[in-house]
């Protein structure tokens, strides 16, 4: 089976995982930080997929969020966030999905990411193109803020991050944006900007699991994704600025 199928199953697999617990009564647990949520769905549907890779591929390097794994002298790695927007989920919003991405020698190559209350699959392969249910997708086609629908995020960490966050929202206001919203899943964020349902993102401090599938999506269906300060930006921690490239700059000019 190849990565792109591989990717698939895993994410479906996951998808069943997460309507099994939504809604129903089950643990919460909490990380460093208070608000950062983990629920018995976030830990099965890692396992979950996890499996499904090491089935195909068990020489292939794994970064997840919810757990550690060996790292092995692999050139490929996934990167696996197994439920996006866990705030969401456990407070029986519909808003939340399953998000891999896999990477050879640190260069995306494949991008999945799996919303299951919507059935959406989104699918991205380097040089292929973006793909929402098997149609091709692409970023919008506004040229101005203030005929743009942007979207954010807001870090765990209640100091400086937020308040930028803040501070760049009322920045984008006076330029007279039609509005800013806030859905909990920088993931599904990400799938917005790739589909044209908005034309841009930015967010404060994501971890690798939160952007990298939905970075190639951007990419593929003509969009943009950098730093704050226009850089290329590799798998990690970072701050990250998406859009259908014509708002890019003036993003930038605000976002700086």
Known sequence: MG?????????????????????KKFEIRYKAYKHNRVTIADTEAEKKIVSEIRKEYPSHNILAEEAEYPRTGSEYL?????????????KGIPVFCVSIALAKDNELILG?????????????EKGKGAFLNGKRIKVSGSSQLHDSILLT??????????????????EFFLKDVIGIRCTGSAALDLCSVASGRVDGFWEFKLNAWDFAAGKLLVEEANGKVTGRKGEGIAIGESYI????????????????
């Open 153 to 170: 995020g807001f870090y765990y960490d209640r100091g400086k991050p937020m308040f930028s966050t803040l501070a760049s929202m009322q």
């Open 3 to 23: 990565f792109r199928e591989t990717a698939i199953r895993a994410a479906k697999e996951a998808g069943k995982i997460h309507l099994k617990y939504f809604r």
């Open 78 to 90: 996934w990167v696996i966030d197994p439920l996006d927007g866990t705030n969401n989920f456990s």
């Open 112 to 124: 999945v990411i799996y919303d299951p209350t919507r059935n959406e699959l989104f699918v991205a």
């Open 241 to 256: 600025v998406a859009s259908n490239k014509k708002i890019h700059g003036k993003m930038l000019d605000i976002l700086k």
